[in-house]
């Protein structure tokens, strides 16, 4: 550790205490520790000087709970890796910032390409930080290959929102299964609401199953679609409808308007065949203008309606509860399968099993439960116990 002295220019107050930062340092002889470097060393540890240094579990507790919002960021990193070196520590601080979660309100937002959600949020997500909330927006995109596309959409299309202090916007991780992008999305929101966001904006694209898996980690679900709902109703399916606590007809604006109402009327006369998504709440349909931002307030007004009503009536506390045992449950689901999958005595006898039932000698379920047989999950367990239970992990 380097030697050296403080010196006060004349101008420092007389009680002037050591968080006034004007100290000069007489000089630093062997810069090994880039703390050293730092004018005042009683500054928290939290701040600039961590940034290319390995971060411990309560760094990035401290960092994540304080609103850091580059630690929040290197945080979302650890919980995206997907190294078995960093899974115990990433959940590790999860663990350590999980009472601090669950306060914010959780909004999916889900859409043809193109119906204009990154634009909406943008408005919207502006509106919600001038009302003094703290948003976070997460995209769940499980088409990895055209991930970069929309970041880049993205930054500009949320261009002013990326800039505010109040917001933290986050895009989907790149590759892996939807389920693995759902689990690191489902923790990057737990680590927004430790740090502080109350509310939390999901964006999914609605082809495939995303939104459905969006669903399950939100609150209210919010479907955003255009005009000319007869079209086909542009493939959007009844079964997305049934997910929605409120559909937003967008782009109600200009020549565009008339035609928004009408479509308003269609989906209205729809929605009266669909089960609602949500016990005790009736789903309409809105007209919205992210482009000229009308329609927005209205829309916050009928969520927090949305949000006192099912809080009211124990929907809201009941679908969380639900959501917490799904999510394990797919993760038990997952380990399970990782097990049997990854055993190398399994894996030694799949081919001769495989080949028996594509030959007509066993049956499916006769070679399930033959495979069953010799399957030890404590043996299996015994490959995975480094990952579980670390020792001397750092
Ligand atoms: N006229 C009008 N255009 C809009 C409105 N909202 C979005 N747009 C335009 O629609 C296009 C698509 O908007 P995005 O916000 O990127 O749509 P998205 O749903 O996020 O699209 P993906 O992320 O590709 O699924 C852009 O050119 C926007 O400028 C609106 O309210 N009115
Ligand atoms: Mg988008």
């Not at 919002?69 to 070196?85: D, F, G, H, K, V």
């Not at 960093?86 to 859409?111: D, M, N, S, W």
């Not at 990782?338 to 030694?348: E, H, K, Q, S």
């Not at 299996?380 to 750092?394: K, Y």
Request: hydrophobic residues 40%; glycine residues 10%.
């Amino acid at each position: 550790m380097a030697k050296y002295t403080n010196t006060k220019p004349d101008w420092v107050p007389e009680n002037a205490d050591k968080n006034f930062a004007t100290s000069v340092m007489s000089g630093i002889d062997g810069i090994k520790d880039l703390t050293v470097g730092n004018i005042n060393p009683d500054l928290g540890t939290t701040g600039f000087r961590k940034n290319r240094m390995i971060l411990d579990v309560e760094d990035y507790v401290k960092g994540v709970a304080a609103g850091d919002r580059m630690i929040l960021s290197r945080a979302i990193t650890l919980i995206e890796s997907n190294s078995p070196r960093h899974f115990p520590k990433a959940q590790r601080v999860l663990q350590e910032l999980l009472r601090r979660t669950g306060k914010a309100l959780r909004i999916g937002i889900t859409g043809v390409p193109g119906a204009g959600k990154s634009t909406m949020i943008e408005a919207f997500g502006n509106m919600l930080c001038d009302m003094g909330h703290r948003v976070a927006v997460l995209t769940v995109d499980p088409t990895s290959s055209v991930t970069k596309g929309s970041i880049l959409g993205d930054k500009t299309r949320m261009g002013t929102l990326s800039r505010r202090e109040e917001a933290f916007i986050r895009p989907s991780p790149a590759g892996g299964t939807l389920g693995g992008v759902a689990r690191k999305s489902r923790e990057t929101m737990l680590l927004c609401e430790a740090a502080g966001y109350d509310v939390i904006l999901i964006e999914t694209v609605g082809v495939g199953q995303s939104e459905t898996t969006v669903r399950s980690m939100v609150d209210f679900f919010l479907l955003v679609v255009l005009t000319g709902a007869g079209d086909e109703l542009q493939g959007i399916k009844k079964g997305i409808m049934e997910l929605a606590d409120a559909i937003v007809i967008n782009k109600a604006d200009g020549d565009n308007r008339t035609k928004a109402q009408v479509a308003r009327g269609e989906y209205e006369r729809m929605i009266e065949y669909i089960r609602p998504a949500t016990r005790g709440w009736q789903t309409h349909a809105y007209l919205v203008s992210a482009l000229e931002k009308t329609g927005l307030k209205e829309l916050w007004d009928v969520i927090r309606i949305f949000e006192n009503t099912t809080k009211e009536n124990g929907a809201f506390k009941m679908r969380r509860e639900g959501q917490l045992l799904d999510w394990m449950n797919s993760m038990i689901d997952e380990h399970l399968h990782n097990l049997f999958f990854d055993d190398p005595v399994i894996l030694g006898r799949m081919p001769e099993v495989r080949e028996a039932v594509l030959k007509g000698a066993v049956s499916p379920s006769q070679g399930v439960a033959e495979l069953i047989h010799v399957f030890d999950i404590h043996r299996a367990s015994d490959r995975h116990v480094d990952l579980l239970h670390p020792e001397g992990e750092g």
